[in-house]
């Protein structure tokens, strides 16, 4: 069922589409907190603790699709480091710039649920 809360909350974690350096349309998703502690499983004990790792990680996990194809959420090392090279440094570029740009705070999300 899609209620209006749903859509809010649906709306939160998208962020617009990016182009990277490559021409590629890349969508993207917020991080929920559930899809950081999923991310922090994914990566291990080690992994979890080496802050440059992690930050590259969560560019990646923060991808939806690739030009119109779904990119499911990352749920193993192996599966992190595959996205990572397939974004390569143009991709994650474009995601951390975009995801700099729009963090939503309290008063974009209460302005989107028409408050």
């Known amino acids: 069922m899609d209620t209006p809360s749903a859509r809010l909350i649906a709306a939160a974690q998208q962020a617009d589409p990016v ?11 917020r991080p929920t907190a559930l899809d950081k502690l999923r991310l922090l499983k994914a990566a291990g004990p080690s992994l ?5 790792w992690l930050t ?13 194809v779904p990119v499911p959420p990352p749920a193993s090392e ?8 397939r ?5 994650l570029a ?6 700099a740009q729009t ?9 989107a649920a028409g408050n």
């Open 48 to 52: 979890a603790q080496n802050q440059p």
């Open 19 to 29: 182009r990277d350096a490559l021409g590629r349309r890349l969508e993207l998703r």
């Open 103 to 111: 963090q939503a705070g309290p008063a974009e999300i209460a302005a």
């Open 56 to 68: 590259i990680a969560l560019f990646a996990a923060s991808v939806a699709s690739i030009d119109g």
């Open 94 to 99: 474009a995601v951390a710039e975009a995801l």
């Open 87 to 91: 974004l390569g440094d143009e991709g």
């Open 78 to 85: 192996a599966q992190i480091e595959g996205l990572v090279a």
